[in-house]
């Protein structure tokens, strides 16, 4: 079966724009987290949705949000970008909780300049 | 909230030798423990996980992993390595709670590099 896909693969935005990255699970799956991977933070947790409802948020600004539509794809939007936000995205998928384990995608690679 | 300490950043590991990488979690009272492995510009692939029950867990691939609760550790072995093998391996947590879902709580990584 399809794993977890995300769009696009890499991104370079400027300073002071926004992006909108994609993710969409594994068929079935209902629950989608993001996380940010940085060299210095490592993995952090962003966020995470299930049917459509955002259930637990991490320490991060409000620029960083989300969203999840009726079919479990998943958004997230990061607003006026610093260079502090270049990292990897990655998007991982569950058919509900933490039990079912968590299937990640190959990450979008956001760079900014 | 958890935390997780991987005490090793890198590992150098001559192929065909054991190797072993240490896990340490903050207590509670009860976890949920997982291993993923990276490699280069990829995402995260689930190596095992401890759920309840048995606390030696095995992968397909020749990995295993003890949950030892008395240390709070879940250390993960290969009894022998293959230059496939080299990767970034990352331990993770999860108290399972209700304000916990979806999160994992991941430590540093340790940067596994197999050489002939």
């Known amino acids: 079966k399809a794993g977890v896909t995300q769009t696009p693969r890499y991104l370079i935005k400027t300073r002071g724009q926004q992006v909108t990255l994609s993710c969409s699970p594994i068929?079935?799956?209902?629950?989608v987290s993001w996380y940010q991977q940085t060299p210095g933070q490592g993995l952090q947790f962003l966020f995470e949705y299930f049917s459509e409802t955002q259930r637990n948020k991490g320490n991060f600004p409000g620029r960083f949000s989300g969203r999840q539509f009726s079919n479990s794809r998943s958004e997230m939007n990061v607003s006026t970008l610093e260079l502090g936000d270049s990292a990897l995205y990655l998007c991982?998928?569950?058919?509900?909780?933490?039990?079912?384990?968590?299937?990640f995608g190959s990450g979008t690679r956001l760079t900014v300049v | 909230a958890q935390s997780v300490t991987q005490l090793d950043s890198q590992v150098p590991v001559f192929e065909e030798a054991p190797v072993e990488l240490r896990c340490n979690y903050s207590s509670s009272v009860s976890v949920y423990l997982f291993w993923y492995v990276q490699y280069p510009n990829q995402g995260l692939q689930l190596l095992l996980k401890y759920l309840s029950g048995s606390t030696l867990v095995e992968s397909i691939n020749g990995f295993e992993a003890e949950f030892n609760k008395s240390q709070t550790s879940f250390h993960l072995r290969k009894p022998s390595v293959h230059i496939s093998d080299t990767a970034e391996y990352f331990c993770?947590?999860?108290?399972?709670?209700?304000?916990?879902?979806?999160?994992?709580?991941f430590g540093a990584g340790t940067q596994v590099v197999v050489t002939p």
């Open positions: 068929s079935g799956h209902r629950s």
């Open positions: 991982a998928s569950s058919r509900d909780s933490v039990i079912y384990g968590y299937t």
């Open positions: 993770a947590v999860s108290d399972g709670a209700t304000d916990s879902w979806g999160k994992l709580q």
